[in-house]
């Protein structure tokens, strides 16, 4: 199956190692106006939605987004995630959950995910990256400064 990225391959590859199931691009959250937004995973057995970003492209899951992902959510009765996987194992960067909403914290984030997905050990702790900050989502980076600040 081809992929987008190569984050992509590498986190399908993770799940078929975990025994997960997945659809690949299967949903689309619809707004209003008739555009959409395709997150990457679907995962049926667990009931969680993935978007797959590395850290240096986080700025994308932009407030369009992340209010089409509030909106739809609820039909799937899912948790939604946004990962990287820079290795062989996925960094968890955020998460929304119908009932608590959004979860920016990195280690909250990461534990749902692991309850979720009933790890059997914990993540690993992010990859040291000195310029790179997962808590910065939005706005898009324009200045030489702030794009400085999110390139690993």
Known sequence: MPFRSEEERRFASWLRKEKLEYHYEKIQFMA???SSYTPDFY???VGVIIEVKPIALLYELNDWRRGLVEQNLKKYNSV???CGIPRNTP???KA???LSGWIDDLDEAKHLFEKVFKCKKPLPPMIERPNANPQRTFPRPTTP???KNIIF
């Open 96 to 98: 929304f959950d119908v």
């Open 91 to 93: 960094e968890v960067y």
């Open 32 to 34: 209003a106006n008739k």
């Open 43 to 45: 995962i049926e057995k």
């Open 145 to 147: 400064e702030e794009k």
């Open 80 to 82: 939604f995630f946004v």
